[in-house]
């Protein structure tokens, strides 16, 4: 009951702006995909062509292999949930899972009991004949959900539902979202601007920008080789260095800077474009001795202790800031601000990468 | 008050509150209950007034159930006193009046709210409301003209080839108030169409996206999303066009039908024709408790609150 959703060569205009430019991914039936971005790079433009509220200009959007063009919202085999959840204040919690059941004329008993069952699969039973008013956020999420369940859609599109909720229970409906997409094994689309959301929930993500897609991978892929420095740096931080490439050896690449010259591994099609190294912060080491490869003097700054591990912020004597995050083992001592250290890093954990402002 | 105080100092301050007193006492609560005291006295000649056959009675009110007539309702004989049934035919023909400008407010409130474009909305309230800068009077005599024999209603279907030969539409057509009905509807139907607007308005576009996600067909989508969230505005609409409809005076004297009477008129002729000022009051009374009446059980019928038209 769970289908493939594929955008063929899709784009939407609105007037003279193009929100969506050529997008072409296919999503496997029962996948939990995200599109990861910031906001206004055309994701929710993609969702609601894809729940038919909008209608593409280009390109083809396929079903389960069927193509939607033509087929209004409540025709196409999806479930929305919107971002704001739009639950229907005036009905009861009951008549509200139960509403895409009443339209389509089953009768009332058999809606009593597929809401009850619903409530019992998203883990709210009892609840069904209180009003929306008198439900916290993180239950009316699981109402939203169930809504949209009952209509036993073959795909699941979500609109950053987590938005709204506080740290905690984001965390707890991340946990909550994902068993409720295994248990039923429909396909869930996900719409996100949080890339914690995005890596920790999907099995694949799409992250978009400009109206582009720039890369599809699985989150580990998505984290650790970005195929260019916009989904380096939107992913997770980022230490950005410019410079030239020099020699190339092995999939590794000479990569001389103002702050000296360095070794990293060279992204495949790079060639004549502009790039920059980049280097997560959690791979850059702090020492005291500068003799090893691909070492950077520095001058300590600012130093934030967040908990599970501290950022410490550098000056490289050459001006470039840099950033360093260190694990907290409880036990260590943090260098004073203003003390001359090294930053290094593993040529195998840092990328040359096409500029990102140039993608 | 201390603010107002702070704001415009005693003597502003004592001259609003005693300005908006002596408005609200000499010019509101004072003539009414000087008229609702009358209404309790025989109309006596003045040498009477004050004398021993001045006393205080309910024959004002009982007038309203004297003088049965024969009449028929839907082909049924009954007997009725002439002014009940007056205030029925009123009451019936205003709900019908309401009924009208809702059927024809609601899809265009729902438009203007959810489908026209920000751009043009002003233009179209505007061209709402050009209308209304026409004096009531006027816009009724305008219909009487439209509608009259040789009129350009007539004169337009017989020219089209419609009418073989013209109407007299003001005699009535289906009921011996059609014109009046017509004047009504198009003298309140912006009391119907703004109270919907802004309530339906209100109302978030994912509701409705969300019900015709879920499969629901436009039809269904109004009945279970939209006219429930709408239902305050509707109510308030209605119980404004009703009223407005049952106390007009105007439209019913300047576009009547031969057999047509409205019970304001019956007001007014007891009032101004007969001079008798205390019946006058008396029918006055009994109206605006008989309309609250019927306003208030169709409320009940339709589960809608006061406090919800509040809102």
């Known amino acids: ?359 | 008050m201390q603010d107002l105080l702070r704001r415009y100092g005693a003597t502003l301050t004592g001259a609003f509150v005693v300005l908006t007193a002596f408005w609200l006492l000499a010019l509101v609560i004072l003539p009414n209950v000087t008229l609702f005291e009358s209404s309790f006295r025989y109309y006596l000649p003045v040498v009477d007034i004050g004398g021993p056959k001045d006393v205080y009675t309910l024959a004002n009110y009982q007038k309203f159930i004297n003088n049965p007539v024969e009449t028929s309702f839907l082909g049924i004989p009954f007997t009725m006193p002439i002014h009940m049934i007056t205030f029925f035919n009123t009451v019936i023909f205003s709900a019908i009046v309401t009924v009208i400008t809702f059927v024809l407010s609601y899809p265009l409130a729902y438009y203007l709210a959810k489908m026209v474009s920000p751009a043009s909305l002003p233009t179209l309230i505007l061209l709402l409301f050009i209308p209304l800068w026409v004096s009531e009077a006027l816009r009724a005599f305008a219909w009487y003209i439209i509608l009259t024999f040789n009129g350009p209603l007539n004169s337009s279907l017989v020219g089209l080839g419609l009418l073989d030969s013209p109407i007299r539409w003001q005699n009535g057509v289906v009921t011996a108030y059609d014109a009046i009905v017509i004047g009504l509807v198009y003298t309140y139907v912006l009391f119907m169409v703004f109270p919907i607007y802004g309530s339906i308005q209100s109302l978030d576009r994912n509701q409705i996206e969300a019900a015709e996600d879920l499969g629901a067909k436009w039809w269904q989508t109004h009945w279970r999303v939209v006219l429930p969230h709408a239902k305050p505005g509707i109510a308030s609409g209605c119980v404004m066009v009703f009223m407005l409809s049952a106390g007009s005076l105007l439209v019913p004297t300047v576009l009547p039908s031969t057999r047509s009477n409205w019970f304001t008129q019956t007001i007014q002729v007891l009032m101004l024709e007969s001079q008798d000022w205390n019946s006058g009051a008396a029918y006055s009374f009994l109206y605006i408790l008989l309309c609250t009446v019927v306003v208030t059980l169709v409320m009940w019928l339709f589960k809608v609150k006061l406090s919800d038209i509040a809102k």
């Open chain 1, 1 to 359: 009951m769970s289908a493939g959703v594929e955008l063929d060569d899709v784009s939407c205009d609105f007037g003279r702006f193009r929100a969506v430019d050529h997008v072409n991914v296919s999503i496997r039936p029962g996948e939990f995909f995200s599109f990861l971005g910031p906001s206004g790079c055309g994701k929710t433009t993609i969702l609601r062509m894809i729940s038919g509220f909008q209608e593409p200009s280009e390109g083809a959007i396929r079903i389960g292999g069927k193509d939607m063009r033509g087929q209004r919202a409540n025709q196409r085999p999806t479930a929305l949930i919107f971002q704001n959840l739009a639950l229907f204040p005036l009905m009861p919690v009951w008549e509200n899972i139960a509403f895409g059941l009443e339209v389509r004329g089953e009768d009332k008993v058999r809606r009593r009991a597929r809401a009850e069952e619903l409530l019992r699969l998203v883990d709210l039973p009892g609840a069904a004949d209180k009003m929306i008013g008198q439900l916290s956020g993180g239950q009316k999420q699981r109402v939203a959900i169930a809504r949209a369940l009952a209509v036993e859609p073959s795909v699941m599109l979500l609109d950053e539902p987590l938005s709204a909720l506080d740290l905690k229970l984001r965390q707890h409906m991340r946990a909550e979202l994902r068993g409720i997409q295994k248990r039923t094994g429909v396909t869930f689309i996900y719409i996100t601007h949080d890339q914690g959301e995005a890596l920790a929930m999907s099995d694949r993500v799409g992250v978009m920008s400009q109206g582009r897609l720039q890369q599809v991978a699985d989150p580990r892929e998505i984290y650790n080789n970005p195929v260019n420095g916009f989904v380096a740096g939107f992913v997770g931080e980022m230490n950005r260095l410019t410079g030239e490439v020099g020699q190339v050896a092995n999939g590794h690449a000479v990569f001389g800077t103002p702050h000296g010259t360095f070794r990293a591994r060279l992204a495949p099609g790079v060639n004549g474009a502009p790039v920059k190294l980049y280097v997560r912060p959690e791979h850059m080491v702090l020492s005291q001795d500068g003799g090893s490869e691909n070492s950077v003097p520095v001058t300590i700054g600012d130093i934030a202790f967040e908990g599970n591990f501290i950022t410490v912020s550098a000056t490289a004597d050459t001006g470039a800031d840099l950033t360093a995050e260190v694990r907290n083992d409880g036990i260590g001592k943090l260098p004073d601000r203003g003390a001359k250290l090294f930053m290094h890093f593993d040529a195998d954990r840092a990328i040359i990468l096409p500029d990102e402002s140039k993608a």
